[in-house]
């Protein structure tokens, strides 16, 4: 199938590069089995998808990997260049000297020879392999974000990655990595949607040049920390009912009308489609204020993934 997704410039001041501005999303809680999720791969590639995201943490580098390898062999794309794939670098493995072998092992997962993006998942350090969520706040530091920014971005001048950016930070923690990086971050992951809608940090990150790109769109229902209250949500029925839209294909266009990319997840062929089908229509002045105006309410809070401490909060 033609791809028909729209691309955005990510550029940095050592690279410019542009990516689908939908990507597909892997993340799953718990895991779905490698072989549903590499057919749900295959599937979203013949839809149109060419962008995915995974991360160490998933579990989902592995069958994208097999996806890629069986599309490329199948035919529905003619080279891994057609492709946009990000991956991130997980808190265990958040420390200078551990950046270039994690990249390296998700790249061995993956089957490839570098990335498109690679972001540091988390401004935290985690002591030890997780074994359980919330993780233990005595095995919980922030991440030395000099030392660490310094391997990322010897990942890009090695050529393992395109560009580095990262996910879940905040414009304080940005602030830190543009007073001593000689590579600016690219993107800023986050979490963005009606519910959460990122205001300040999204006009922050237009300001310094970082590309936004929005995780949980929809809420992440089937995550560890997602919710159904996007769907729950009386004023975005409203407006998907009198749009002949789905909820989904509205949070999504508003992302898209904020200049964010987003990633979105489905393992459903119907709706994997559908969340492609945004980009010949728009939202009126009116429905977007009812969007404004919408309570706010963050869904992915770091308390999902470690033990309560006001202390780490604090310097996040």
């Known amino acids: 199938m033609e791809n028909k997704v729209p691309i955005v410039s990510v550029v940095s001041s050592f690279s410019g590069l542009t990516m689908p501005v939908i990507g597909m999303g ?17 599937e979203a590639i013949s839809a149109g998808y060419r962008h995915f995201d995974t991360a160490f943490i998933y579990g989902s580098e592995q069958p994208i990997g097999a996806a890629i390898a069986e599309a ?24 200078p000297d551990l950046v ?6 998700s790249l061995e997962n993956l089957q490839l020879e570098y990335l498109d993006l690679y972001l540091i998942h988390w401004p935290l350090k985690f002591s030890k392999e997780v074994s359980r969520f919330p993780v233990p706040k005595e095995e919980v530091s922030v991440i030395d974000i000099k030392t660490v920014w310094s391997a990322m ?21 940005l602030e830190e990595i543009l007073s001593l990086a000689k590579i600016p971050p690219a993107v800023n992951q986050v979490e963005m949607n009606p519910l959460w ?8 990150c237009k300001a310094k040049g970082i590309h936004v790109s929005a995780h ?19 004023a975005l029925k409203e407006i998907a009912e009198a749009k002949g839209k789905t909820i989904a294909q509205i949070c999504l266009r ?29 939202l009126s002045v009116e429905e977007l204020e009812k969007i404004r105006v ?19 909060e604090a310097q996040l």
């Open 216 to 234: 949980s769109p929809l809420g992440s229902k089937g995550t560890l920390w997602g919710d159904n209250r996007i769907f729950d949500c009386h």
């Open 72 to 95: 490329l062999n199948i035919g529905l794309i003619k080279s891994r260049n057609e492709l946009f794939i990000t991956s991130k670098l997980w808190c265990t493995y958040a420390e």
């Open 294 to 312: 919408l309570p706010q309410c963050k869904i992915n809070s770091i308390g999902t993934f470690i033990e309560p401490s006001a202390e780490l």
């Open 254 to 282: 508003w992302v898209y009308e904020q200049g964010a990319s987003v990633i979105a997840k489905s393992f459903n062929k119907k709706r994997m489609e559908e969340n492609l089908e945004i980009f010949d229509w728009s």
């Open 153 to 173: 971005e010897e990942c890009q001048l090695l050529g393992l990655t395109k560009a580095i950016g990262v996910s879940n930070f905040s414009s304080r923690k």
């Open 197 to 204: 809608q990122q205001k300040e940090l999204n006009e922050y």
């Open 100 to 105: 270039i072998p994690a990249i390296k092992m």
């Open 26 to 42: 892997t993340a799953s809680y718990p895991p779905v089995d490698a072989g549903t999720l590499k057919s749900a791969i295959v």
